[in-house]
Each structure stands twice: as C-alpha cells, then as structure tokens.
C-alpha cells in the first residue's frame, strides 16, 4: 500500500534551502549584471534581425526561469515563516511553473548567442531543474498549467466553433 506523504512529511532540509536560494540571488544579479553590460554592447552593434530576434527570446526565457526560481522561494520562506500555509503553498499560482518555457531545449551550438549569455542559460536552467526536484519533493506531482496557452486554446477553440 502507497503512503501519500504529508507536507510535514517532506520538509527539506533549512540548510540546503537557503544555500540554494542564495545561489539563486547571486545567479539573478550576475545575469542583471550581465544584461546590463550586454545591452550597452550590443546596442554599439548592429545585430541582424534572425540574430536579435533570437537573443531577446533567449532574453526571456532567462528572465522568465530566474522569476520561477525566485519567486518560489520567496514562498516557501513565507511557509517557513509562517505567512503562509504549506497548503496555500502547494496551489497553481505559487507552485514553479513555466516548464515549457523555461526547460526548452535551445540550440547554443549555432553560435548566434554569445558564449557567456550560453553559459548563464544553462546555469538558469540546471537550478530551474534543481528547484523543480524541491517543489516535486515537497508538494508532489504539478500540472504544468502555462496561462497563456489556456487562453489561446480557448481563442482557437471559439473561432472555430460556428
């Protein structure tokens, strides 16, 4: 017979929390850091468009994999702090999401994206997936909802009914 573990079941351990949210922080100020200093270069030169397009959406998966990251644990320390329920924790709206954007897999090896912008991506992603594990650890299997895709779903979905 399968136990189904309780939040109080899965708690993970303080220490390797706060390690890996300070790793976190400090991964989200050197890629800022490095946007900063990208942006002004890269503003000196001219990009063609394929290239352009390509690094601002690599932009933002960045962007968009370090907010996940972020904002999770800012909720598990409103848990530990007691601002928050692990139940309330464990709903759509505060669990990591954005797998579909921030796990895809991206061609680096075409050499449009300048090489440290690659090695940040794959730092993002590598603790997207670490933090993925936490979230699976402690509150079980999630439904990847993208919002986004919901809504555009239901766009299709209506335009095409008579």
């Known amino acids: 017979m399968t136990q189904k573990n309780t939040f109080e079941d ?3 351990e ?7 949210y300070k790793e976190a922080m400090l991964l989200t100020q ?3 850091d490095y946007f900063e200093l990208e942006n002004k270069s890269l503003s000196e ?13 690599e932009t933002m998966r960045v962007s968009t994999c370090l907010m996940q990251i972020m904002s999770w644990f800012l909720v598990q320390k409103a848990v530990n702090n007691g601002e928050m329920t692990p139940e309330q924790a464990s709903v759509s709206p505060y669990r990591l ?3 579909d954007i921030c796990l895809a897999e991206v061609d680096t090896e075409n ?9 940040y991506l794959n730092k993002a992603q590598n603790l997207y997936r670490q933090v993925a594990r936490m979230d699976h650890m402690r509150y ?9 895709h919901n809504m555009l ?5 209506n335009n095409n009914e008579p």
Do not use: C, H, T, W
Not at 14 to 20: D, G, I
Not at 111 to 119: A, K, M, N, S, T
Not at 153 to 157: G, L, M, P, S, T
């Open 111 to 119: 050499g449009i994206l300048p090489e440290q912008f690659v090695i």
């Open 153 to 157: 779903d239901q766009i299709k979905k």
């Open 140 to 148: 079980g299997n999630s439904e990847a909802v993208n919002m986004v």
């Open 97 to 99: 999401g954005a797998f």
């Open 10 to 12: 899965v708690l993970l």
């Open 30 to 32: 050197e890629v800022a």
């Open 14 to 20: 303080p220490s390797f929390m706060e390690k890996s």
């Open 45 to 57: 030169e001219s990009l063609n468009v394929r290239s352009s397009v390509s690094y601002a959406s």
